[in-house]
Structure formats: C-alpha cells, structure tokens
C-alpha cells in the first residue's frame, strides 16, 4: 500500500521557536490530513488540505497542500510547551479511508 | 456535543481469551473506522463500516478479529483467543457520510489492550 514519510522523525525545540516538519509520498495524495497526539490520547485533526497549492491556517499552525501532490508541510510559530506531541499526516489511498506517516515527535524545552 | 467514545479505556487479558472493543460515534456520524497503533509507530487501518454494512476490511487479519456496526448500539470490535501481538492501542473514528471531498475522521481516545 501507500505509504507517508514524515520528517524529521524527532525534534527537540526551545520555546517560543517556529517549528517546521514535512509528509512525502512516492504517489498522488488529493487530500491531506495533519493530527496532532498526545500522550494516551486519541489523534486530534489540526487542518485539513483538499487543493493542490493549498495554504491553510489554524492559530499558530499553517499547513500546506504541495504543488505537486506528493508533499505536504506543517509549520507551528513561536512554539508552547502545550505543542508537544506527536504529529501525523494522513491521507486517503485507493481503497483504503486513511493512511498515516509514521509521525513527527516534537519536544518543546521551556 | 460529544465525541466519538471507546470504552473500556485499559483492558487486560490472558492469552486464549476475547477482547471486546466498543465506540459510539459522534452524534450525526454514520462511518466508523478502527485503527490499530503499536508503539512508536503510526495508526494502520483495520476496518471501516457504516450501520449493518462492513464497507472494506482490508486491513485486518482474516482470522481471530471481527467487527460490527450493528443497528442498535456501538461499533464493536471483537478479538477472539487473544495472543501476545494483539497487544496494542486501538482506536476508533467516525465520520459524517463520506460525500464530495470530505475525508475528515474523528478519533476516539483508544482502548490499549495487554495481553498477558
């Protein structure tokens, strides 16, 4: 099946920092998904992205559609401790509802 | 408002026992998803279902694990003679009726099964 790559795997940020991480694929996506996991939770959509070239917000995070439809990125401005966590792309291929990157762990340092 | 529940939130069993997984979806949702995450990894689909009906089941294994959307009641997924890889966080989604380009699915907060 498809599979999403995200990078980095990990990173270990100062608050207050911008944060930027990436999804890529080998094939077309026609929508991308970013989540957001906390610790013993369930994943929380953050911004959906459903056009190519596509830049959408939500506070301090901004998410974008790549042009080619391969790629998709997050960013997150001045970074909280409250932003810690880990961060998955996703998106529906062929037959399957939803399909998940491996995730981007992200640890704020006060 | 709601979200999609999962109860139990722990649960613990032998090897050789079933383990029985429940969700409710959002209110006004009709799609349920299972998901299953082992640690350090990312979620893998399982099952997606609306009410009566098994959409597709590609992903989960053909033997041991079933699930349900009955008429009446939660999502139900079912996990019979329990085995030590069976131990993972599983999680459920909903989703309004999927129409046009709307693929947003809600996540529960997961049920994390040990076997033990």
Redesign the interface.
């Known amino acids: 099946g498809q599979q999403l790559n995200q990078s980095p795997q990990s990173m270990f940020i100062q608050e207050g920092e911008d944060v930027s991480m990436n999804c890529t694929s080998s094939s077309i996506f026609n929508t991308w998904l970013w989540y957001k996991q906390d610790p013993g939770e369930g994943p929380v959509l953050l911004i959906a992205l459903y056009k190519a070239g596509e830049l959408t917000s939500n506070g301090r995070l901004t998410a974008q559609f790549g042009i080619t439809r391969k790629d998709s990125f997050l960013n997150i401005s001045a970074s909280i401790p409250s932003d810690v966590g880990i961060y998955f792309c996703a998106g529906p291929s062929g037959n399957t509802p939803l399909v998940f990157g491996k995730g981007t762990r992200l640890s704020v340092i006060a | 408002n709601a979200g ?1 529940m ?1 109860n139990p939130r722990h649960l613990v069993r032998r090897r050789g026992q079933e383990a029985r997984l429940r969700c409710s979806p959002m209110k006004g949702h009709s799609h349920v ?1 299972w ?1 299953r995450q082992l640690p ?6 399982m099952v ?1 279902l609306q009410k009566e009906n098994i959409i ?1 089941e ?2 989960m294994p053909k033997e041991r694990f079933s699930a349900e959307f009955p008429k009446e009641g939660p999502s139900i997924l079912r996990i019979q003679q329990v085995v030590r890889g069976d131990s993972a966080a599983y ?1 459920c ?1 909903s989703s309004p009726p999927l129409g046009g ?1 709307n ?8 049920t ?1 099964l040990t076997v033990t």
């Not at chain 2, 350090?40 to 689909?45: A, I």
């Not at chain 2, 693929?103 to 997961?110: L, V």
């Open positions: 999609v999962q998803y998901y350090e990894e990312g979620l893998k689909f997606y597709d590609s992903g999680f989604a380009l693929y947003e699915q809600y996540f529960g907060p997961g994390r």
